[in-house]
């Protein structure tokens, strides 16, 4: 009976003064490894000597402020069968080590992709709307392709991806947001063209991290995507966040008022709740904060139609209260109610 060929591996990481995080990850990871592969993008601290330690496989590979341009380096330098892609501020503990070394003996030819559980904390999360999501991290280095279809046939281009349940613990020294950012505006400069998936992701960290000067630095490249793109109501909540932000309320419910054409969402409910609440017109803004959390569902944030909309409600009738004379008691029974859920909400496990 043949003895089954465990499959090799080749770390590839991209770094860049990654000195306080380093050896953790390599740590809990680099014995799992068949070849370790470190690509530093101008380090000004000792991470290439930490690296060092692990591999004499470090290179060298000017910052374009690109991201994929240097991971396409890092692969390219690869000889495995395989490709692990971490980050350094990430840490596979004990039992997903073991969870790891089982896919390693497992793994067959056929699977070309392995996703992985992404656990980031939430005071460091940017984009995730769960406690933890599937992400690809493991990738076969070479992939063959096959015809299919017994008629009209085709080539199959449609990957064999694989979930396991290891899960990659991100532990960020900070917030990279605002370097995220600045990619964005920088690539939209030099092509004036960002993906769809891109402008989804720019919505979610700006929803999630963004300043008012952030969000008004997106207008321009939103503006310019907002009649040819997939993701129209998304970044209809962003213009009309902007514009609220300048108390343009023109343009505020030229926005506003788009994703009403088609089905609502609670983001928009939500921007408008807060319209309301900031001309002091805080019973229709209670309005729209309860149909931001009860009446329709959120497509950029689930927080905004959980802990945020609970807390706004709560505020909204401590205004009423503090108004109304004699006091309300019915006001203040709500206020308690809406704080409570703000404080009991959780982000779902995974979507």
């Known amino acids: ?54 591999t004499d496989k470090v290179y060298d590979f000017e910052w374009i402020n690109d991201f994929s341009a240097a991971r396409n380096f890092a692969f390219s330098k690869a ?33 070309e992709i392995v996703q992985m559980y992404y656990v980031t904390p939430s005071s460091n999360n940017t984009v995730q709307n769960a406690k933890k999501e599937l992400r690809p991290k493991l990738f076969k280095r070479l992939r063959t392709f096959t015809w299919i279809d017994p008629i009209h046939e085709t080539i199959n281009t449609t990957p064999i991806i694989f979930d396991s349940d290891i899960e990659i613990l991100h532990y960020p020294e900070g917030n990279h947001s605002k370097r995220d950012f600045s990619i964005f505006i920088d690539s939209f400069k030099k092509n004036k063209t960002l993906s769809n998936k891109i402008l989804r992701m720019y919505v979610k960290e700006l929803y999630k991290c963004g300043s008012d000067s952030d969000f008004l630095e997106s207008q321009e490249i939103f503006l310019h995507f907002i009649d040819n793109t997939d993701c129209f109501k998304e970044i209809s ?12 309320d023109a343009n505020f419910f030229k926005y506003a008022l788009k994703d009403f054409a088609t089905d609502a969402c609670s983001e928009m409910c939500y921007e408008i709740g807060l319209y309301y609440k900031e001309i002091k017109d805080y019973s229709e803004a209670i309005i729209w904060f309860y149909n931001c959390a009860f009446e329709v569902g959120p497509i950029i ?28 008691e019915e006001y203040k029974k709500m206020i308690d109610i809406y704080k409570a859920k703000g404080d009991e909400f959780k982000l779902p496990e995974t979507l």
């Open 1 to 54: 009976m043949p003895i089954k060929n465990m499959k090799t591996i080749s770390l590839c990481m991209i770094v860049k003064n990654e000195s306080k995080v380093l050896r953790r990850c390599l740590d809990s990871v680099a014995h799992l490894m068949d070849e370790i592969i470190i690509v530093d993008t101008g380090s000004t601290d000792n991470t290439k000597k930490i690296a060092l330690e692990y």
């Open 237 to 248: 909540c962003a213009l009309a966040h902007s514009y609220r932000i300048l108390k343009d």
């Open 301 to 328: 944030d689930v927080e905004i139609s959980g802990r945020l909309a609970f807390y706004e409600l709560s505020k909204c009738y401590q205004k009423l209260y503090d108004l109304s004379r004699p006091r309300n």
């Open 79 to 111: 000889t495995k069968d395989y490709i692990y892609a971490p980050d350094a501020d990430e840490v596979l503990n004990e039992e997903n080590q073991k969870k790891f070394k089982l896919l390693k003996d497992a793994l067959i030819d056929d699977v």
